[in-house]
């Protein structure tokens, strides 16, 4: 049968606390009981022990504690693991755990589907569904936490990309919800510099989340010049690319901290040396390091993989300019779970 209470998980901290204290309780009660949730990841009221037995059993009466159910989990050869997930009405998304030396990086949905059709990308081929709720962004979390204790896996979980599918700052009033449980110390605890949002640059919301400080900044920028950047992702470049990287160059930024510029190298489309030249004149005011993605391309691509050697072209006129390139390798591309890859087939989410 289906459960009919609310998702405790859906309550934020302040809305947990109102609750609990026109019940009569404690205002400490929801320091108590946020741990639980979040932290400690229980998902039965009757094991929270530091709440008094009455307690227990009204919120139990009240709530349920639901996570998104794991419908299917892929592994790559590179260690990679791919979660494809049911959210409460059936809508499927898909979070990616990475690997890394010492650490694992989870890439993080925000949108079931993306309308920003970007060509190379394969979210932006299934549409637009809906936005996610701000509990549902972070019990992806709990999920990849939960699947790594279970494996007694010697690597913890330290760091978020939101890379996954959808555009951040198209739903920002719940990804910077999300980001607040996030943060939390009694929720999930991770530092804002463990977290980084990428986004295609909402004009105004980019702004918003700057003055947030909630987690650090990447941007899909792809192109050096407007009139490319209309050709590879259309819909992002309605905010012209000058008056976006104007916006970056006053950035708000730590000390030491730079915003990230993400650039997919399409083969023959905006890899050649005078791209590159072109992205470094570009970028001239901004504090930022570039990462350079090679494009992987699935059976139905429109674009192909750049060739080494203009990789390393690229790469090197960025360095001889100054500027910080990484060349970024992309796993899990067995698995379908590779930069640009997260599709949940739209009909599964129809
Ligand atoms: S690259 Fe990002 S913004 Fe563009 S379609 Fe894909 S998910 Fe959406």
């Known amino acids: ?83 494809l997930l049911a959210l409460e009405d059936e809508k499927l998304i898909e979070t990616v755990l990475i690997p890394e030396k010492d650490h694992y990086t989870q890439c993080l949905s925000s949108q079931v589907g993306c309308s920003l059709a970007c060509t190379f990308c394969s979210t932006g081929q299934m549409g637009f569904k809906r936005n996610m709720y701000s509990h549902e962004i972070a019990a992806q979390i709990l999920v990849a936490q939960d699947y790594l204790q279970k494996k007694n896996s010697p690597k913890h979980l330290t760091n978020l990309v939101f890379m996954g599918m959808g555009e951040p700052l198209l739903n920002w009033k719940e990804v910077r919800e999300a980001l607040q449980i996030i943060n939390h110390p009694l929720g999930l605890n991770f530092s804002r510099r463990k977290i980084t949002l990428s986004t295609v640059g909402i004009k105004g919301v980019l702004q918003d989340f700057g003055q947030s400080k909630l987690a650090l900044l990447a941007v899909s920028l792809h192109a050096p010049t407007q009139e490319l950047r209309e050709k590879i992702m259309p819909k992002a470049a309605r905010w012209d690319l000058n008056e976006l990287v104007s916006v970056l160059a006053e950035y708000p930024l730590a000390r030491r901290e730079r915003i990230t510029i993400e650039y997919v190298l399409l083969g023959g489309v905006n890899d050649t040396p005078e791209h590159a030249r072109q992205l470094v004149r570009l970028l001239s005011r901004v504090k930022c390091k570039i990462n350079l993605i090679a494009y992987n391309p699935g059976p139905d691509s429109k674009y192909r993989a750049p060739e080494k050697k203009d990789i390393l072209k690229f790469e090197q006129i960025l360095w001889s300019k100054g500027m910080t390139a990484i060349l970024r390798k992309s796993k899990g591309q067995d698995i379908s779970a590779a930069c640009g890859q997260l599709i949940v087939m739209s009909k599964l989410n129809s």
Do not use: Y
């Open 1 to 83: 049968m289906k459960n009919k209470t609310k998702n405790i998980l859906s309550l934020n901290f302040d809305q947990i606390s109102h609750w609990l204290i026109n019940r009569g309780e404690k205002e400490f009660r929801a320091k108590q009981l946020w741990p639980w949730l979040w932290a400690k990841r229980v998902k039965d009221f009757s094991l929270m022990t530091n709440l008094s037995k009455p307690l227990r059993k009204i919120l139990a009466q009240n709530f349920c504690i639901k996570w998104p159910e794991v419908r299917d989990i892929k592994e790559s050869k590179d260690g990679t693991v791919k979660f």
